[in-house]
């Protein structure tokens, strides 16, 4: 690998929460060096930013491809060509495919196909229970050794307390990290909007948002008595975050996450019955997404993901109560965060924070950072290029994203992979 000195650039900086200008050099796939004033002549190839922000490469939990089972929505391949295209530069997949991803055979199966066909780092989560139905625990020790780097049944909410706190226990003894769903099953059952004033005027079945607070706190009951390394993975109502507040201040090992769906959008864009705004949990009201924000803001919500779920157009276009939740956000997580920067609510070093430098902490990975040593995992983009969505001409195999025909800002200009690029806009 030859040197790249990135030069004019305007350097957004998660770990020192910095923004401003500097360049940057990487030798062997890591960063080199880096600063503010002259760089001197380097060997290799010079990288001209011009006056663009360049950051650490967005590091993405919670997103789902779905190989083996339904590659027809989405395949490595594909979901890798998007994440180039949106600056994530490793993506953490869910196991919730068809079979669900519980055993060595089948996380050994999904890492090859990742390794051969996506552009990007493709980490796996694997299944917490064995066909994540909640009755007996997978083998965790051997799925460690096979690579898994967190544990998940996804949106299936495991109601037997006793199963999950056994899992968390074995868990903790190996260190693994377990990612929950707070949901209480039986309220959220069948839901298909948050309970409210809209919700009854439109006749959907609906949850209130006390199912997420009763479901967050018993899981911090379960976590004091087990010990266990726990991620929410969404946290999307005001309800829920004192509870998360006060494990956090008791010394819990604790992360919570949200969704750029929920931070961007609410319960009235669901208007007309549009069935690409219908995603799990339900999108919140007005209140709730304005205190998720500050929530991320303050580092109370540590993570934000994409939640990325393909569905077909044959899952969307039914009725709103029957469609199938979820949307694709590979490569409109960053365009969509770069609303909040613009709306003056967080701002770049924040937003990375939360984007790459946080989810790569909680996996334990080296990436987030512009330190020198670190993967040179990087996105340049230029925050305030306007255009409008079209859906069709995302990568993803399914284009099921409530952002279509809306204005964005933000475009993504080239994104590096240990130095090497993967993604350049024409």
């Given at each position: 690998?030859?040197?790249?000195?990135?030069?004019?650039?305007?350097?957004?900086?998660?770990?020192?929460?910095?923004?401003?200008?500097?360049?940057?050099?990487?030798?062997?796939?890591?960063?080199?060096?880096?600063?503010?004033?002259?760089?001197?002549?380097?060997?290799?190839?010079?990288?001209?930013?011009?006056?663009?922000?360049?950051?650490?490469?967005?590091?993405?939990?919670?997103?789902?491809?779905?190989?083996?089972?339904?590659?027809?929505?989405?395949?490595?391949?594909?979901?890798?060509?998007?994440?180039?295209?949106?600056?994530?530069?490793?993506?953490?997949?869910?196991?919730?495919?068809?079979?669900?991803?519980?055993t060595p055979e089948s996380l050994e199966f999904v890492t090859r196909r990742a390794q051969a066909d996506a552009p990007v780092n493709v980490l796996a989560m694997a299944a917490l229970t064995k066909g994540r139905q909640g009755r007996?625990?997978?083998?965790?020790?051997?799925?460690?050794?096979?690579?898994?780097?967190?544990?998940?049944?996804?949106?299936?909410?495991?109601?037997?307390?006793?199963?999950?706190?056994?899992?968390?226990?074995?868990?903790?003894?190996?260190?693994?990290?377990?990612?929950?769903?707070?949901?209480?099953?039986?309220?959220?059952?069948?839901?298909?909007?948050?309970?409210?004033?809209?919700?009854?005027?439109?006749?959907?079945?609906?949850?209130?948002?006390?199912?997420?607070?009763?479901?967050?706190?018993?899981?911090i009951a379960l976590l004091e008595m087990t010990g266990a390394r726990y991620h929410a993975d969404q946290i999307t109502t005001a309800r829920a975050l004192p509870a998360l507040e006060r494990a956090k201040r008791n010394g819990l090992?604790?992360?919570?996450?949200?969704?750029?769906?929920?931070?961007?959008?609410?319960?009235?864009?669901?208007?007309?019955?549009?069935?690409?705004?219908?995603?799990?949990?339900?999108?919140?009201?007005?209140?709730?997404?304005?205190?998720?924000?500050?929530?991320?803001?303050?580092?109370?919500?540590?993570?934000?993901?994409?939640?990325?779920?393909?569905?077909?157009?044959?899952?969307?276009?039914?009725?709103?109560?029957?469609?199938?939740?979820?949307?694709?956000?590979?490569?409109?997580?960053?365009?969509?965060?770069?609303?909040?920067?613009?709306?003056?609510?967080?701002?770049?070093?924040?937003?990375?924070?939360?984007?790459?430098?946080?989810?790569?902490?909680?996996?334990?990975?080296?990436?987030?950072?512009?330190?020198?040593?670190?993967?040179?995992?990087?996105?340049?983009?230029?925050?305030?290029?306007?255009?409008?969505?079209?859906?069709?001409?995302?990568?993803?195999?399914?284009?099921?994203?409530?952002?279509?025909?809306?204005?964005?800002?933000?475009?993504?200009?080239?994104?590096?992979?240990?130095?090497?690029?993967?993604?350049?806009?024409?």
């Amino acid at each position: 690998m030859s040197d790249i000195l990135f030069t004019n650039a305007r350097l957004i900086d998660p770990e020192g929460g910095t923004d401003g200008p500097g360049w940057l050099l990487v030798r062997n796939g890591r960063i080199a060096d880096r600063g503010d004033g002259d760089p001197g002549g380097t060997p290799g190839a010079t990288v001209d930013c011009g006056g663009k922000c360049l950051a650490p490469g967005i590091v993405d939990i919670g997103v789902k491809v779905c190989e083996p089972g339904e590659r027809h929505k989405e395949s490595y391949r594909s979901a890798g060509r998007a994440a180039a295209a949106g600056g994530v530069t490793t993506i953490v997949t869910r196991p919730d495919t068809s079979p669900a991803i519980d055993t060595p055979e089948s996380l050994e199966f999904v890492t090859r196909r990742a390794q051969a066909d996506a552009p990007v780092n493709v980490l796996a989560m694997a299944a917490l229970t064995k066909g994540r139905q909640g009755r007996e625990m997978t083998e965790i020790g051997f799925l460690l050794d096979a690579g898994a780097v967190a544990f998940t049944d996804c949106d299936q909410v495991i109601t037997d307390t006793k199963v999950f706190s056994r899992a968390l226990t074995y868990a903790r003894s190996l260190g693994a990290l377990v990612i929950a769903h707070p949901q209480e099953p039986g309220l959220s059952a069948g839901a298909a909007a948050t309970s409210g004033k809209f919700a009854s005027l439109y006749g959907l079945a609906a949850v209130s948002p006390m199912a997420e607070r009763m479901g967050l706190d018993r899981d911090i009951a379960l976590l004091e008595m087990t010990g266990a390394r726990y991620h929410a993975d969404q946290i999307t109502t005001a309800r829920a975050l004192p509870a998360l507040e006060r494990a956090k201040r008791n010394g819990l090992d604790i992360s919570a996450g949200t969704s750029i769906h929920h931070l961007t959008l609410n319960e009235l864009d669901v208007s007309d019955y549009r069935t690409f705004f219908k995603v799990k949990p339900p999108l919140r009201s007005e209140d709730d997404r304005m205190a998720t924000v500050e929530a991320v803001r303050s580092g109370l919500i540590d993570i934000i993901s994409s939640m990325h779920t393909p569905q077909d157009e044959e899952s969307k276009r039914l009725p709103f109560e029957e469609a199938a939740g979820g949307a694709v956000a590979l490569e409109t997580l960053l365009p969509a965060a770069l609303r909040l920067y613009h709306a003056g609510q967080i701002d770049l070093p924040g937003l990375f924070r939360a984007m790459a430098l946080n989810p790569a902490r909680r996996l334990g990975l080296d990436c987030g950072r512009l330190a020198a040593g670190a993967p040179a995992d990087l996105v340049l983009f230029d925050p305030d290029t306007p255009f409008v969505l079209d859906r069709f001409a995302l990568r993803s195999k399914s284009q099921n994203t409530p952002f279509d025909g809306q204005r964005m800002q933000g475009r993504v200009l080239g994104t590096y992979v240990a130095g090497e690029p993967v993604y350049r806009r024409d």
